[in-house]
Structure formats: C-alpha cells, structure tokens
C-alpha cells in the first residue's frame, strides 16, 4: 500500500508531525510520499491507495496551498481512504469555546475545499518562538497569557501528543487496511 502525505506549514509544527506520521507508516512497511501542497503541481494521486492531508489553522484559516491541492484533487481524495491532520494550539486544550471554532474552521476548509476527508484527527501544534518575528512573538505571548499558559518568548513549546498521533496513526491504517 502507498499513501500520499500533502502538507503546508507556517512554522514547521505541520511538517515535523507529518514527517513523524510519514516515519510511522513506513515503519510499518507501507511506502510513503511526503509532499509539500505547494509542490503538487502534476500530481497523479491515482498512484496512492490512501492520502493524509495536514495544515495548520492560523488566523481562523488553514493554509492557501493545502485548500488549492484539496481544491485540485477533491475528486480524487473522495476516491480514496483519507484523513485530515488539524493542526491548532487550540486542539491542547479544552476550552469549548476553541473547539467550536476549530470545527467551524474546518467545515469552512472543507466547504470551500470541495472536499470532506472521511476522518479528521486534530493534532495540538506547538509555540514556535524561534520562528516568529517580533508582532508575531507578542501577539502569541497575548494568546497564551488569556489562556493561562506560562511561555518561555525565548523557546519554543510543544504540545503534541507524539504517543497519542502514533496510536491515532495505527488505528487509522487498521480501519482501512486491516
């Protein structure tokens, strides 16, 4: 079995889980195509048995190159298994608030889109200081103070749960693929 995984970053959370799922697959002896959305362009995916698509929610927006390849490719994604990695500091919580935000998020990804995965698993990102310009590094330090997390603005904070995306992983092949 082959699986696509497209992916768009804004500050390498998103690459770094889809590289780790990408290792994950592998290992388990499925070949695997790690592709940034933006370099998609003559894409067969009619060479996949399956498609992993991931981005990060910023802004109330996923990423313009992962919509364009869902966009590009919706015909073909719902002819096949896919799953729809969610990545949001949002997802590390449990604010009720943020989770209706993520899924409105998602359902807007999805309409204009063109293209519902047939699961979609959110996958809490991280604080990525080291990447951020100074308005960036403020506005995220704001984020995190009204939500009550303490931040080191010289280091960066993860919040991925690398066991929990491993067993979501698994799961995923074991519904599709047994």
């Known amino acids: 079995m082959k699986i696509l995984i497209a992916y768009a970053t804004t500050d390498g959370q998103t690459r770094k889980i889809a590289r780790f799922v990408a290792d994950r697959i592998a290992d388990q002896g499925h070949g695997v195509e790690l592709l940034a959305a ?10 996949f048995d399956g498609a992993i698509l991931a981005g990060s929610l910023h802004a109330g927006g996923f990423q313009k190159t992962l919509l364009a390849f869902a966009r590009d490719h919706a015909r073909a994604l719902d002819a096949r298994p896919t799953l729809f990695l969610a990545v949001s500091l949002s997802a ?4 009720a608030e943020d989770w209706a935000g993520l899924r409105a998020c998602l359902a807007k990804f999805e309409a204009d889109a063109g293209w519902h995965p ?3 698993l959110h996958v809490a990102g991280a604080f990525r200081f080291t ?10 330090r704001r984020i995190a103070e009204k939500k009550g997390e303490t931040v080191d603005p010289h280091a960066d904070k993860e919040y991925t749960d690398w066991a929990a995306l491993s067993q979501a992983t698994d799961a995923w092949l074991a519904r599709i693929w047994g």
């Not at 590390?92 to 604010?95: E, K, R, S």
């Not at 310009?133 to 995220?140: H, K, N, P, T, V």
């Open 118 to 120: 047939r699961e979609t």
């Open 131 to 140: 990447e951020y310009d100074f308005f960036r590094a403020w506005a995220m």
């Open 92 to 95: 590390a919580g449990t604010d």
């Open 38 to 47: 933006a370099d998609s362009a003559d894409l067969d995916l009619g060479r």
